[in-house]
């Protein structure tokens, strides 16, 4: 299954200072999480990641998962080419209830770990195949990266930022949620949006959604 975990401020162990490893720790580095890399051999972007304290290293040579008792996280990433320590890895992280993830073994995980498409760091698109086919999850992510370039536009994104902040307004000014909704959905065709998104002017399209919110509060008391 895939699950949404919170991993702010948790505990993550990733097992292996190798590219799989670092493939791992990418998309993390955006969760706020606590990552700590055990290994005996580290590589070099690993390594400037440590420098730059974005994530700390225990250079060490594991046999067994004997460490989790030690280390307690939240969850456990094994990378590592050694098949049989990745199992006692899973094994041992589920007698202590600890959510783990193997590279080798997704199956045996407690969670998907899907090829993950951050367009712009706006547009998130997982493509996930239950663990059958990892290739395949990473070929059609670049298919599907390819189109994006091709369908989403600058506009699309900017709408995007636009409802963000529509929609942390519209929270303390429109009560009723249908009407909120409906009034978000609104913003997405307005005309003059749609140009000042054109013409870059996001602080006049601030203004234009301030307007049209106390137009729609007067609609309503009248």
Request: glycine fraction near 2%; hydrophobic fraction near 35%.
């Amino acid at each position: 299954m895939i699950i949404n975990l919170n991993l702010q401020n948790r505990k993550v162990c990733i097992i292996g200072g190798g590219t799989e490893a670092l493939k791992r720790i990418t998309p993390l580095l955006q969760e706020k999480c606590k990552i700590l890399v055990i290994s005996d051999e580290i590589n070099k972007q690993i390594s400037n990641l440590a420098e730059k304290k974005k994530i700390k290293i225990k250079k060490w040579r594991l046999r067994d998962a004997e460490f989790l008792q030690k280390e307690d996280p939240f969850l456990v990433i094994t990378t590592t080419n050694d098949q049989k320590l990745n199992l006692l890895i899973l094994q041992k992280a589920k007698e202590m209830k600890i959510i783990s993830y193997s590279s080798d073994k997704p199956e045996q995980s407690d969670f998907a770990n899907p090829s993950l498409i951050n367009f712009k760091k706006i547009v998130k698109i997982a493509i996930f195949t239950g663990g059958k086919s990892p290739i395949m999850s990473k070929r059609i992510k670049r298919q599907i990266e390819n189109s994006l370039k091709k369908t989403i536009k600058r506009e699309d994104l900017e709408q995007i930022k636009i409802q963000e902040i529509a929609r942390k307004l519209a929270k303390t000014r429109i009560d009723d949620h249908k009407n909120r909704k409906e009034f978000l959905d609104n913003l997405t065709r307005d005309k003059k949006i749609k140009q000042l998104i054109k013409e870059r002017k996001m602080k006049k399209i601030e203004n234009r959604i301030y307007e049209l919110m106390r137009n729609e509060n007067e609609s309503k008391d009248n």
